[in-house]
C-alpha cells in the first residue's frame, strides 16, 4: 500500500552535487528499513544505499564515501546526498522498502533521473 514519489534528479557534471528527496505515502514498518536503488539502461536495478529505523546506514563500495542516506520519519522522507558525481552514476534512481539483503518490497514509483556528463 506504500507508494513513493521521488525528485531532485538532473543533468550534472562530473564533480557536481546533487541531493534526491523520497517522500512516501502510507506507513512502513519498524522491521523494515528504507533504500535507495538505481537502475541504467539495460540494467537491473542496483542498490546503492540503506538505512534502518534506527539510523544505521550502509552502502556498497561503489558509491562509499560520495553518498549519504537520512531519512525524516515526522515528515516521512528519505533523501540521499549525492557528492563527487561520476559519469557511471548515470541513473533513474529510485526509493524503496527492504527486509533484508537490500530486497526491494514496495512497487516502484516514478523514479528521477540523474545524467552526469561533461
Known amino acids: 500500500q506504500v507508494q513513493l514519489v521521488e525528485s531532485g534528479g538532473g543533468l550534472v557534471t562530473p564533480g557536481d552535487s546533487l541531493k534526491l528527496t523520497c517522500e512516501y505515502f502510507?506507513?512502513?514498518?519498524?522491521?523494515?528499513?528504507l533504500a535507495w536503488y538505481r537502475q541504467a539502461p539495460g540494467k537491473q536495478h542496483e542498490w546503492v544505499a540503506a538505512?534502518?529505523?534506527?539510523?544505521?546506514?550502509n552502502y556498497p563500495d561503489s558509491v562509499w564515501g560520495r553518498f549519504a542516506i537520512s531519512r525524516d520519519n515526522a515528515k516521512n522522507t528519505v533523501s540521499l546526498q549525492m557528492n563527487n558525481l561520476k559519469p557511471e552514476d548515470t541513473a533513474t534512481y529510485y526509493c524503496?522498502?527492504?527486509?533484508?539483503?537490500?530486497?526491494?518490497?514496495?512497487?516502484w514509483g516514478p523514479g528521477t533521473l540523474v545524467t552526469v556528463s561533461s
Open positions: 538505512i534502518i529505523d534506527g539510523g544505521q546506514t
Open positions: 524503496n522498502t527492504y527486509a533484508a539483503q537490500y530486497r526491494p518490497l514496495g512497487t
Open positions: 502510507g506507513r512502513i514498518s519498524s522491521l523494515y528499513g
